[in-house]
């Protein structure tokens, strides 16, 4: 108990800080609300929106194109990634494609996918699962690309068979390098869903008092 | 079952309390099949430049029969190992274990590489345990299987640490103990002790010795030692050039069980001197062969 407070008294430290900063920036400054809101203005929005029951639905909204589009994003960018590793032609035949899309900004796209797949939950979830879609790819192929010859040759040595090789040496060797590509794909395809929800009013400021339908 | 003894404070000499016998050399071995044959073998790594390895080596080991390659870096000593094992693959030349051509590893060869090898995020138990997973056996068994080979390398009491918890020694122990996981008739070890203070290598090779004798595997070991070589081993080939080639075979005939107190015999210093010869190296007859490594 005591240590998890010891632990935790840094994180809360910081985060005062934060919002006595912000809140100095707003007296300081003297900015009116509709350009730098006060932190207790955002505050009490907030609990008012939640208490009126406007957010809640919009939450789950969100909630599910994220979790969807993550799902989506992340099941083809292993499976592709894994063969960008794994195969020369793959390889040679695909990665002029992805760096071009990966050079094409997704976000951009969110217009053109609300007038393709309509405002629906379809777009944002494409959205979403193309935006996760490349760190994952790009950290599964370099992760499966470094896992150790030598311990691949200790698999061949005992004789696994290539479902083995896969599950017991090249997913755990490459599962840091996964991770990192999830957590920078995680927090995307959160931003993903805002945007394409953004798109769907052809702007580009969503406003909480106007909420539009999920 | 006899243990490494990790805090053993004596040298290896008197951990060998197994009777010794009069007879010299191990009894004849019946002359069925070698259990390891290999006739005119050479490879070369393919790139750009190519890179040979091995020129036309051929040599034979007898089921049972513990025979120590040694030679200069680079020689092709893992190269061989490696064919033998069937991880690389023999283009010009044969390679046959147990009676049969190598094409892929073979199940009744255990291997141990040069360097440890463990899978970083399993545990040392589930290392050794490894070979037997991939071999569909049940989980008790091998857990079972896996903590009786740890015991019997010495290193009972690491089974839960990682691979990187654990001191060089006390990883290359665990490979060993994987290596024996499947109970393997052929054992090809590279340099297993490579890592090991002079002390613990030594009592390893006493170790290593009654393993053979109580599991009777057939054992071809590379090592830069020639007093490990003369310790262990039957027979001596020299790997020398490159590529490599067998360029001189000693026997060792010396009585089993072996002890370290060995290393004195005129014998040794004979046979130290020739591989010693043969390796390239000046005879130097001012010093005692068993100190040469
Ligand atoms: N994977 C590889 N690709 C290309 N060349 C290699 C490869 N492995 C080894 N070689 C080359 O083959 C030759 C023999 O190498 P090998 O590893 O068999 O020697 P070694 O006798 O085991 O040496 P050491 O005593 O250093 O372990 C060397 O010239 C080496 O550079
Ligand atoms: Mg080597």
């Excluded at chain 2, 199940?107 to 070979?131: C, I």
């Amino acid at each position: 108990m005591r240590r998890a407070l010891r632990d935790f008294l840094p994180v809360l430290a910081v985060a005062a800080a934060f919002l006595v900063a912000w809140k100095l920036l707003v007296v300081i400054g003297g900015y009116p609300a509709f350009v730098l809101p006060a932190p207790e203005v955002v505050a009490t929005r907030l609990v008012g929106a939640w208490r009126d029951g406007v957010m809640q639905p919009h939450v789950l909204t969100t909630l599910s194109e994220v979790l969807l589009g993550f799902a989506i994003g992340s099941s083809l960018a292993l499976v592709t990634g894994y063969t960008l590793a794994r195969s020369r032609l793959a390889e040679r035949l695909l990665s002029p494609y992805l760096v071009a899309a990966q050079a094409t900004p997704i976000l951009a796209l969110a217009p053109l996918m609300a007038l393709w797949f309509g405002t629906g939950l379809v777009s944002k979830v494409i959205i979403c699962a193309l935006i996760v879609f490349f760190p994952i790819a790009v950290a599964t192929m370099v992760g499966v690309r470094s896992v150790d010859r030598q311990l691949l040759e200790v698999g061949r040595a005992f004789r696994a068979t290539p479902l083995q090789v896969l599950t017991r040496l090249e997913i755990p060797g490459a599962l840091p390098s996964i991770f990192g590509g999830i957590r920078v794909g995680a927090t995307l395809a959160v931003v993903g869903a805002i945007i394409g929800s953004s798109s769907r009013r052809w702007s580009p400021s969503p406003r909480l008092e106007s909420p539009s339908t999920g | 079952m006899r243990s490494f003894g990790t805090n053993a404070t004596h040298t290896g000499g008197s951990a060998i309390k197994a009777p010794r016998t009069a007879v010299l050399a191990r009894p004849a071995r019946d002359r069925r099949a070698p259990a390891i044959e290999v006739r005119h073998l050479a490879f070369t790594y393919p790139g750009d430049p190519p890179r040979p390895a091995l020129d036309d080596v051929s040599l034979e080991v007898a089921s049972g029969e513990l025979v120590a390659v040694i030679g200069a870096n680079g020689t092709g000593k893992s190269t061989l190992l490696k064919l033998v094992g069937g991880l690389l693959e023999a283009r010009s030349g044969e390679v046959a274990v147990l009676g049969r051509a190598v094409r892929e590893p073979d199940a009744r060869v255990g291997f141990v590489f040069q360097e440890p090898r463990l899978l970083p995020w399993r545990t040392t138990l589930e290392n050794v345990a490894f070979p037997l997973e991939l071999a569909g056996r049940p989980r008790p068994e091998r857990d079972g299987r896996a903590r009786d080979l740890l015991a019997l390398v010495g290193a009972a009491d690491v089974g839960g640490l990682r691979p990187h918890q654990l001191s060089g020694g006390t990883r290359q122990r665990a490979a060993i103990a994987r290596a024996l996981a499947l109970d393997p008739g052929i054992l090809l070890l590279d340099e297993p002790f490579s890592a090991l203070d002079a002390l613990t290598r030594e009592r390893f090779n006493v170790v290593l010795q009654s393993i053979w004798r109580s599991t009777q595997t057939t054992i071809l070991l590379v090592t830069h030692s020639i007093p490990e070589a003369i310790f262990l081993a039957d027979r001596v080939l020299v790997l020398a050039g490159r590529p490599g080639r067998v360029v001189t075979e000693v026997p060792i005939r010396l009585p089993r069980p072996r002890t370290l107190a060995d290393q004195d015999a005129t014998m040794v210093s004979e046979a130290a001197s020739r591989i010693r010869a043969a390796l390239g190296a000046p005879p130097d007859p001012a010093r005692p062969a068993g100190e040469v490594m």
